[in-house]
């Protein structure tokens, strides 16, 4: 847990950073801090592992005041990430992730492991990235090492500053997927800064919106993009956050159609006269396992031999728990009608496919969701005692 209490800090040259501020993470939460740049995100992360002492108030990690705590055993005790992510060039990729054991002492056969689990969890493979020098890494895999690191000591908390700013809209994706599938297992208090608010609504359970050191709303990202407290919100959030709820809405089972299947290995002859039975005009092909190997037209197969002498190869396809916007992205990219839908990435197992239509209504359910949750809020606030 982190507590903001009244906190302030005013800079040397009188600069007022950050203002009086008060707020919460809980225990296993992961809080967003977004604004624009200047407004006083970073200063407030840095204050909480002393790397900027506070003028006035009091922060506390899991119930301790942090002044109280030595600076440097404090920063040992907190995972902390930031972009370009600061990797020492000179050390292996384990070593730099076992930096943190290594300071606690750690004997060195104990950290090199607890290093090459990370690595694993964090989707490298030891064994091959484990011994390589930090510029033989490309941006994302960098970005993973950094997050490896911070979790090394297995600290309750996690500062994290725009981790994934540095690396192109499609790895960042990626790499926000799998820190959320990360974070639902580990379940860190974590603190998120970001200038970016669609990253701050699809990782966020709440989100701290900031504006000139002061926190302009703290909330839901539900109620962030559907009820902006302040005119300074809903201004920053965007006239597009419509549009915004496309990138926080992720492909969900229930949205998907069922095609026609048909596999490899099948007579063509008879898949066609199925096909044409349903009326269908394609069909997706799976491999022998349910794999999605790409799809025929009911046309061409209806000349005879199997399914597997026909079939062309899916040119794109998408995860479960992608997110609309990188569905909407590629069919437009592939100019596409339909697109398969595996359970993921690597297992590749076919699911289904999304078409305009089930994009269309996945989106409804998402608005619906969340009028529902907004409404939810205003009836709690409501019936709040007056005192
Ligand atoms: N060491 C410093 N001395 C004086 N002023 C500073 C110092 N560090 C930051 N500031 C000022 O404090 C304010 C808040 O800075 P901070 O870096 O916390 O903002 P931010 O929201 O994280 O911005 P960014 O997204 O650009 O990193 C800014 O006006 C900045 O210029």
Redesign the pocket.
């Known amino acids: 847990m982190i507590r903001f209490e009244h906190v302030t800090k005013r ?3 009188g ?1 007022n ?1 950050v203002n009086d501020l008060s707020f919460e993470a809980a225990e296993g939460e992961l809080v967003t801090l977004v ?1 624009p ?8 992360l840095k204050m909480v592992n002393r790397l900027i002492e506070p003028t006035a108030g009091r922060i506390e990690v899991d119930g301790a005041d942090i002044m109280a705590a030595d600076p440097v055993q404090l920063r040992r005790h907190i995972g902390y990430c930031i972009q370009n992510v600061g990797l020492f060039p000179h050390k292996t990729v384990l070593d730099n992730t076992a930096t943190v054991p290594h300071l606690l002492g750690w004997p060195r056969e104990k950290r090199l492991k607890r290093a090459a689990e990370l690595l694993d969890l964090v989707g490298l493979d030891p064994e091959e990235h484990g011994r390589r020098y930090p510029d033989r890494l490309s941006g994302g895999q960098r970005q993973r090492v950094g997050v490896a690191r911070a979790l090394a000591a297995d600290p309750p908390v996690l500062l994290m500053d725009e981790p994934f700013g540095a690396v192109d809209p499609v790895v960042r994706e990626h790499l926000q997927n799998e820190f959320l599938k990360l974070q639902a297992r580990m379940r860190k208090t974590v603190l998120f ?1 970001t ?1 970016d608010i669609e990253e701050a609504v699809r990782l966020g359970d709440r989100i701290a919106v ?1 504006g000139d ?1 002061r926190i302009e709303q703290f909330d839901s990202p539900a109620a962030v993009l559907g009820a902006p407290a302040t005119p300074y919100v809903a201004d920053f959030v965007g006239a597009d956050r419509g549009l915004k709820r496309l990138s926080v809405t992720e492909i969900e089972r229930g949205d998907l159609e069922e095609p026609p299947v048909v596999r490899l290995d099948d007579d063509a002859r008879s898949a066609a006269a199925a096909l044409r039975d349903r009326g269908a005009r394609w069909a997706v092909v799976l491999d022998e396992d349910g794999d999605l190997h790409g799809w025929v037209g009911s046309d061409e197969i209806a000349k005879g031999g199997a399914v597997a002498d026909y079939a062309r190869r899916m040119d794109a396809w998408l995860p479960l728990g992608a997110s609309l916007k990188r569905a909407f992205a590629t069919m437009l990219q592939y100019d596409a009608g339909w697109i398969a839908v595996v359970d993921d990435e690597e297992s590749g197992h076919f699911v289904g496919v999304l078409t305009p239509a089930s994009l269309h209504e996945a989106l409804r359910r998402s608005i619906d969701a969340d009028a529902r949750a907004v409404a939810r809020a205003e009836v709690e606030l409501d019936s709040l005692p007056q005192v």
Do not use: I, L, M, Q
């Open positions: 800079y040397p040259d600069t950073a604004g740049s200047g407004c006083g995100k970073t200063t407030t800064v200038h900031f050191g």
